[in-house]
T-cell receptor, first 114, second 113 residues
Framework: GAGVSQTPSNKVTEKGKYVELRCDPI?????LYWYRQSLGQGPEFLIY????????DSGLPNDRFFAVRPEGSVSTLKIQRTERGDSAVYLC????????????FGQGTRLTVV | KNQVEQSPQSLIILEGKNCTLQ??????????LRWYKQDTGRGPVSLTI?????NTKSNGRYTATLDADTKQSSLHITASQLSDSASYIC????????????FGAGTRLAVHP
């Protein structure tokens, strides 16, 4: 596609439920990143994929968070047993290669846990 | 700890005026620094990139500076327009292997008529 696409754009879920957030990167981009942005804050790194593998998952806050990218393109961020503190905008970005190139961001998924 | 700090946190200016946003970083090893503009409800979009050897770079009405010795950058906006109202985020890339980015909290700029 022309840009990074994230679905859904908004998600409201009840505390304790499971959610999946999807990211379609720019075609041909091998690097994919997930960030979380709380209100009034800058994006916080969660996980980075190079191809199909998670090269760096040091930003995932706990084991309720998990992400996959099985075919090296689309990625899904999965959150189990959601908590109200998980409410944030989840941003996905992709870039052409490992280093130096610009990361292009999607519009984000706004997750609200009630 | 790798950190990026921005000031001011928020800023209100009148249309047509200039403003300067500040970014201090403690990221190491340093690769490059980007200024992103984030409109409400949208993802960040890159305005300019600064590498270690660059001091000043302009992109239209935006001029970024970098002092690698003091680890400071600034973004100067000239002749502001209403459409400049957004968050401006300073992002520093860590050198060595992959594109890990450290984000500042951003400066929320409001341009009033």
């Amino acid at each position: 596609g022309a840009g990074v696409s994230q679905t859904p754009s908004n998600k409201v879920t009840e505390k304790g439920k499971y959610v999946e957030l999807r990211c379609d990167p720019i075609s041909g981009h091998t690097a994919l990143y997930w960030y979380r942005q709380s209100l009034g804050q800058g994006p916080e790194f969660l996980i980075y994929f190079q191809g199909t593998g998670a090269a760096d998952d040091s930003g995932l806050p706990n084991d309720r968070f998990f992400a996959v990218r099985p075919e090296g393109s689309v990625s899904t961020l999965k959150i189990q047993r959601t908590e109200r503190g998980d409410s944030a905008v989840y941003l996905c970005a992709s870039s052409l290669m490992r280093g130096g190139t610009e990361a292009f961001f999607g519009q984000g998924t706004r997750l609200t846990v009630v | 700890k790798n950190q990026v700090e921005q000031s001011p946190q928020s800023l209100i200016i009148l249309e047509g005026k200039n403003c300067t946003l500040q970014c201090n970083y403690t990221v190491s090893p340093f690769s490059n620094l980007r200024w992103y503009k984030q409109d409400t409800g949208r993802g960040p979009v890159s305005l300019t990139i600064m590498t270690f050897s660059e001091n000043t770079k302009s992109n239209g009405r935006y001029t970024a500076t970098l002092d690698a010795d003091t680890k400071q950058s600034s973004l100067h906006i000239t002749a502001s327009q209403l459409s400049d109202s957004a968050s401006y985020i300073c992002v520093v890339r860590i050198s060595g292997g992959y594109n890990k980015l450290i984000f500042g909290a951003g400066t929320r700029l409001a341009v009033h008529p």
